[in-house]
């Protein structure tokens, strides 16, 4: 199990990261401004389920190289974080670029489903957290390293569908507001794109917990 205090300190980092405007995000709000409420509700439920095989197979394998070499989790920290700055470079290289518009016609909730899965399981965000994130909040002293990090990946992956649900409903709600704005949008992107470069910092000099 992880200890209590570790756990608190990652919920935290955890609502931080989901929060800042990135791929699901845009994803889910462009899917509830297409589509509606549910249809956006539904994105954000798939979006989820395609997060459960990034965590498996980073519980399953880097947990236990990263358990065992400082080097592996130096590099993969160094990669992890300068993907993200490399992902906020881009977000705000292209913020005003909006997601595709989509005729409004019905779609079958598996087809929604399995649309948020794809984004989900390509999330680069996702990968990076998971890779370069969760190691950090690992006790290597309380037990089993993939356990630990299949508990928080499933923590993350439960706090992202109440947060990114939170966006659909709003997203919905006002839909008119957001299609009609485009700097709206785009504005939303470049903060979200600041917020990853400061985070990559962060994590590239944060200390391993070895």
Known sequence: MVPAASLGAFVVASVL???????SILFVIGRSIAYGRLAGVLSV?????????LLTLVALGVGALVAQSIVIFTIIKVIGAGYLVYLGIQAIRHRDELPHDEAARPRSAWRLLG?????????PKTIAFFVAVLPQFV??????????????????VALALVCDSCWALAAGTARAWFAN???RIARLRATGGGMMIGLGGV????????
């Open 181 to 183: 704005s485009p700097k």
């Open 203 to 210: 994590l590239l000099f944060s200390g391993a917990r070895h």
């Open 139 to 156: 006790d290597y002293r309380a037990g089993s390293i993939p356990l630990q990090l299949g508990e928080l990946g499933v923590v993350f």
């Open 45 to 53: 439920v798939g979006n989820a389920l395609g997060m459960l095989p």
């Open 115 to 123: 649309e948020g899965f794809v984004v989900g399981v390509t999330n």
């Open 17 to 23: 990261l989901i929060l800042m405007p990135g791929p």
